[in-house]
């Protein structure tokens, strides 16, 4: 018997403006909004502002005198350094290396920790934190259900924001949180997002999951602002090359494999997975995750094999065409032998192999890596 979908507060809203309804991770989220579609909505994130519902994903609050030196010993990162209301991504592994999941952090006090999980990683993240919790002076709170959680994404949300919120969003460093009001309700706020623009993602309590919708949605119309689904995020995280778990990142992947060891710190001392990972880095990997741009005519879709030199040596992990750029590009995993920029693999499309080139990532240059 298949599990009953979970709905997020904000199911009705998506009915009522035409959302498309599909399961994901366990949820039934809207996909697209069939009066304007993901291309629309794709577009309208890089030149004005999307709003989405990803109150799927999980948040945990871990506080304490011992939460630092637990997040140092869970985590990859060197997070010592973080002031109050900093914000970093990082990740989660195993101690053979593989990836429990990709997170962001939030330190909202000096003993006082966000952790944002993702949503189909909320029961195996949280299980996973408790079970290595042991001998920590700490307090570990699954807050998921009580806290609700939308990104507004896109060059223009700081204006639409700014209309609702007292605080000063201009004086706000990317990567930063901040305890405020938006519309008179208390709010957290992440100067983050997955999409490749500046932006920000608000976390309050699930009863005031409507009133910030709408109150959202009717600041911004003047400006542009669109309610945003999974095809838009999908596409929008996927030209910066912003990795996903279960397709780039997973338990049988590390760090270096997938192109973030620079979230790696070896200095900070021990933390779950430490031996492995040094290993990884000193021998290499046995894949490396590429960009790469179909040559000949074909749409590189998830999970199509890889072939190089007539062999099977990988898998497609996201591929499309790039809404942004019009090209038809993917990521996948190669050998280490054929990640060199130019280099030739065939992509595997109905058994038949499709010429591409490996090109330099990203698709995208990300707003905030912009010079």
Known sequence: MAEELKRTALYDEHVRLSGRMVPFAGWELPVQYDNTGPSVEHQTVRTAAGLFDIDHMGQVEVRGPDALPFLQRTQVSDISDMAVLDARYSLMCYA?????????????????WWVVVNASNRAKDVAWMQAHSQGFDLEL????????????????????????????????????????????????????????????ELFFPVEQAALIWNTLLDTGKAEGLLPCGLAARDSLR?????????????????????????????AKGDFVGRDALLKIKLEGPAKLLVAFEMVDKGVPRPDYPVAVDGMVAGKVTTGMKSPTTGRFVGMAFVPPSHSKLGSSIDIMIRDQPKKAVVVKRPFYVAAYRRK
Not at 96 to 112: H, N
Request: glycine share 12%; net charge negative.
């Open 238 to 266: 996927f030209e910066p090359c912003l990795p996903l778990y279960g397709h780039e990142i997973d338990q049988v992947t590390d760090p270096f494999s997938a192109r973030l060891g620079w979230a790696v710190s070896f």
């Open 141 to 200: 709170e699954d807050l998921s259900d009580r806290t609700y959680m939308l990104a507004l994404q896109g060059p223009k949300a700081q204006a639409i924001l700014q209309k609702l919120t007292p605080a000063d969003l201009a004086a706000m460093p990317f990567h930063s949180g901040l305890e405020t009001t938006v519309a008179g309700v208390p709010a957290v706020l992440g100067a983050t997002g997955y999409t490749g623009e500046y932006g920000y």
């Open 96 to 112: 053979d290396g593989g990836i429990v999941d990709d997170i962001f952090i939030y330190r909202l006090g000096e003993q006082r």
